[in-house]
């Protein structure tokens, strides 16, 4: 086969050199627009499965590569005056153009064409080749030049950065360098690749950048600023440019790539050409070289090439999705990186270390278990009103908001039952709440409880409007406070235009078959083309709901409850106040989000009021309406938290969505938990986490970054009521407290967790 590889990237050069060690008659050049010794950048960080991977593909450059190696165990963070060390995280560097040396030469080894000062403008110029691999890099010329094909999406991503060099060292570990400048915050990524040089990457948010003028400054004077702003990290030593090729400051956007296909006719893409991870997780090469070993396998191994291209996008798409995908939240990380700068130096170690989402609570105990338990001390030091305890995980930490102590961070999260009878819970809430306060959580909450009869989604929700209702729950709180020790909080809502529809098991939001009652909304906006168009409340209808909800609040202190929550979210009425979806008001209840705030806020001083003192009120809202810039996005829910915040609510429980029939969300592990996190540390008021939250892991990871202060379950306390005990008897904490009843359960449970520890060498 007559092969052209355009690029001599590790890309271009890694493929050339696996096509031939499949077949050493395949006749291939390499066209290359620089001379063999030019490049940007200093050097790469590879891992160790990479290099395995490379040591199977080519022994022979691997074992070079490998012979050039500088090694670190640690990554240090610079962060407000302290050093803060973390160990066994492996890396290795390697100057960039060494690599690129030694696959050169490998190349010439093998036979390869490597044409040298060769520019291609367009694939026509290629031809005579069969296959026309592009590994022409982050700009490649084919990508655009058949846009048509590969459908390109390319988002320039917010910060700005810059590489450099130097002959400081950084031997020690892998760097984060933070300084604050009087324009903002300016922060170095710096790693060792060769024995007297360091790759030192200046990375700020773009207002920054403008703010301090690098747009207008030449690579030298932007060499002189960045050597100012870190020169107690640099020992004198200056820090060098290496893009000669790039005219102007050099100064970039990191663009994420991402290709529709990666395959058109006999031409491919690979490398930076078909997909980008940003440099914070260092993986670019990898993936570049790994894509090449796959394609060249599978060249040889399928019948022909358009099946070798299937099986290659097929196979390598799922890997650079996923490592893109760890990307975006490593560069979201850095791009936000403002709102963590007031954390703690370890809670912002933490965060960072953990910003990827890739490396768990657990893996960080792996890597260097004295930082963590260090790390956890401090998390329990800083719980307010705790005593802290020598060893005890995140999770188990108390958690104190007003005069209410809850004894750890994991709440039952509220979910409707269908199965109350005009308004009032039957004996399935007091066996179905009592199981969940026995099975551990420190905060269990009831179902969303209605505060009048219109006010209820269905037929089987229940309420709190009427001494039946007051004298039910009271059994349930006593049921709670007298055998368990969690605390119980009653969230409050009004379905507004969602109400009057069917069981959950049922036709979820359709409306009932029969004995439909009338509903009403801020707007005669239906949910949808099926539900019935609710009534525009008038001002005396906001009188009747807000005396509605005191009532039910009064009710509620009566009954004993701990918390008090107020549903906000999820499209009931007070969220559709709240989004401009479904509220189209001109009066003063409309339009701007302090006129859509107005009511909401007016019921919650209501009920502030006459709920004591000494007891939190939390409020539930979703943080995103999933519909773009139309709804409430998570910026604009930073807005709603620190208006809520500045009105005297305790914490925010941030869920997103079930406003619109329109809405596209995005799920996956923690989904909502961004949000709580940007609210949590934009505004500074606690939050509550909720949304596919399954694992201790995700519990103490999430608790630990300071990205939340509570983390809600729901569905995960459906299929086990247990499961605060379990996770506690899973990460071998053994002071979590049992119903005396269960002690045997509790003995061979954690024996058994223990027992499979030691079969799967945990300990
Ligand atoms: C700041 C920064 C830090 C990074 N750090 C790391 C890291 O630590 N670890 C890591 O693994 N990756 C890192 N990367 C990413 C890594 O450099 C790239 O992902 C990797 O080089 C991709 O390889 P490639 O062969 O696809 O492209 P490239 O290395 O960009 O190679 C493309 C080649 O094609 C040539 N070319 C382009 N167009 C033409 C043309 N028309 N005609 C002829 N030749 C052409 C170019 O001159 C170039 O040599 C970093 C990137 C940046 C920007
Ligand atoms: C059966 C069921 C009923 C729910 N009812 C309510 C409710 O009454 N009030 C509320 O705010 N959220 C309700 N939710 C949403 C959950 O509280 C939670 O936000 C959501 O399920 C995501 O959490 P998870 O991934 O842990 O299940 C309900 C969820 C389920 C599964």
Sequence with gaps: MRVACLGGGPAGLYFAICMKLHDPAHEIVVFERNRPHDTFGWGVVLSDETLDNLTASDPVSAKTIR???????????????????????????????????????????????????????????????????????????????????????????????????????????????????????????????????????????????????????????????????FAKYLGGHALMANAGHIRGSAWLNFPRVLCETWSHGNIVLMGDAAATAHFSIGSGTKLAMESAIALAEYLHSEKDMASAFRRYEDERRTEVLRLQSAARNSLEWFEDAERYLDLDPVQFTYSLLTRSQRISHENLRLRDKTW????????????????????????????????????????????????????????????????????????????????????????????????????????????????????????????????????????????????????????????????????????????????????????????GFDLLELHYAHGYLMSAFITPLTNRRRDEYGGSLDN??????????????????????????????????????????????RMFKDAGVDIIDVSAGQTSVEAQPVYGRMFQTPFADRIRNETGIATMAVGNIHEPDHVNSILMAGRADLCCLARPHLSDPNWTLRAAARIGYEEAAWPKQYYAGRDQLHRLAQRAETFTGKV
């Excluded at 995280?89 to 040298?116: M, P, S, T, Y």
């Excluded at 999770?395 to 102590?405: I, K, N, Q, S, V």
């Excluded at 209501?606 to 999933?626: C, F, G, L, M, Q």
């Design 67 to 229: 012979g050039h190696f500088a090694y670190w165990d640690d990554i240090a963070v610079h962060y407000r005056g302290r050093t803060i060390v973390s160990g066994g995280h492996g890396f290795c560097g390697i100057v960039r153009k060494k690599v690129l040396n030694i696959l050169q030469d490998r190349a010439q080894d093998l036979g390869i064409e490597l044409a040298f000062e060769r520019e291609i403008d367009s694939t026509d110029e290629l031809a005579d080749y069969d296959l026309i691999v592009a590994a022409d890099g982050l700009n490649s010329k084919t990508r655009t030049e058949h846009a048509k094909a590969f459908k390109p999406n390319i988002d320039a991503r917010a910060c700005k950065f810059v590489w450099f060099g130097t002959h400081q060292k950084f031997d020690d570990a892998f760097t984060f360098i933070f300084e604050q400048t009087e324009q903002g915050w300016v922060w170095a990524h710096a790693y060792q690749f060769d024995g007297d040089t360091a790759t030192f990457i200046v990375e700020c948010t773009e207002d920054t950048w403008a703010k301090t003028g690098f747009g207008e400054m030449s690579q030298e004077e932007s060499i002189a600023v960045c050597e100012r702003i």
């Design 372 to 559: 963590l338990e260090a790390a956890e001390r401090w998390f329990q030091e800083s719980a307010p009103g705790d005593t802290p305890r020598e060893t005890r995980p995140p999770m188990f930490t108390p958690f104190t908001l007003r005069g209410l102590t809850l004894k750890n961070r994991i709440v039952v999260s509220p979910m409707a039952q269908y199965s109350a009878v005009d308004g009032a819970p039957t004996d399935w809430h007091l066996v179905h709440l009592g199981a969940r306060a026995q099975g551990g959580a420190g905060l269990v909450f009831t179902e969303m409880t209605c505060v009048s009869p219109a006010g209820r989604i269905t037929p089987g929700c229940p309420g709190l409007y009427a001494p039946a209702h007051e004298a039910a729950w009271t059994r349930i709180v006593d049921f709670i406070h007298t055998q368990t020790d969690a605390k119980f909080g009653i969230q409050l809502g009004h379905s507004g235009p969602k109400g009057s529809t069917q069981l959950g098991w049922e036709e979820a939001d359709a409306p009932l078959k029969q004995d439909n009652w009338e509903v009403m909304a801020p707007s005669p906006v239906a949910w949808s083309e099926h539900n019935q168009v609710p009534r525009e409340m008038t001002r005396p209808d906001m009188d009747t709901v807000r005396d509605e909800y005191v009532g039910a609040t009064e009710m509620a202190l009566r009954c």
């Design 596 to 641: 859509r705030m107005r009511f909401p806020l007016e019921v919650f001083h209501a009920v502030r009021a006459v709920w004591p003192e000494d007891k939190p009120i939390s409020v539930r809202i979703s943080a995103h309406d999933w519909v773009g810039q139309e709804g409430v996005t998570p910026e604009e829910a930073v807005e709603i938290a």
